[in-house]
């Protein structure tokens, strides 16, 4: 166990030293930048740029709303490529490559039940969800979601995440050294957690590979 600790802090720390040295550089055009990569089917974590922005903040070097917004608008850069991917792309696409992104048709026919029940307004939820928010988008324009409808509700699902998420960031900066204490404390059932979370979402996924991989009588219905 001590070797997948000192593993995953190690993966963990150079993750954190690169999007440390992106925002120290580039400010706000770091934010979005780092928060087009998240939104554009990459797994950089929000959760780990948008407190470091609210650290900067309460330091003092950044402004809070000013960080929050750039992390809309970089949520919305990125989500505009992988809509446009899986619009011109569609299930094809998503057959070829999906495996690629842990993506299947099971989670295209998730997104589409999400859709039919509540409309626009799943694009501004899952904005709010984490793992989710960083797919979403290829699902979207492979179902032909609207696109100023796709793109106001990303927006707005995005602006309050990133608010919430810099706030978070100016509270542990507050309190770094608390934080320091217990994060050091609690290793192990913080490494454990996210060693379990990640293979429950990779094994739910992996699951449904091969299902996901070959084309269903209602995706070539769809496509006629």
Known sequence: MDFIVSLVHGILA???????????????????????????????????ILPYAGFMVQQGQLNF?????????GCVLGSLPSYALGYYGGRPFLRKYGKWML??????????????KYGDMTFFICRMLPVVRTFISLPAGILKARLIPFT?????????????????????????????????????????????????????HVKHLQEGSKPSLAAENSEN
């Open 65 to 73: 709303h000013l960080a929050a917004l750039a992390g809309a608008l």
């Open 152 to 204: 106001l509700y990303t927006f707005i699902g995005s602006w309050v995440w990133s608010y919430g998420l810099v706030y978070v960031g100016v509270k542990l900066g507050d309190n770094l050294e608390l934080f320091r204490h217990y994060w050091h404390k609690f290793d192990y059932a913080i490494v454990g957690t996210l060693l379990v979370l990640g293979a429950l979402y990779v094994w739910k």
């Open 14 to 48: 150079v993750v954190l030293e690169f999007i440390h040295g992106v925002i120290d550089a580039t400010g706000y055009i770091g934010i979005a930048l780092l928060m087009a990569i998240e939104s554009a089917n990459v797994p950089l974590p929000s959760e780990m």
């Open 103 to 116: 993506l299947t048709e099971h989670d295209l026919e998730d997104a589409e039940k999400w859709t039919e």
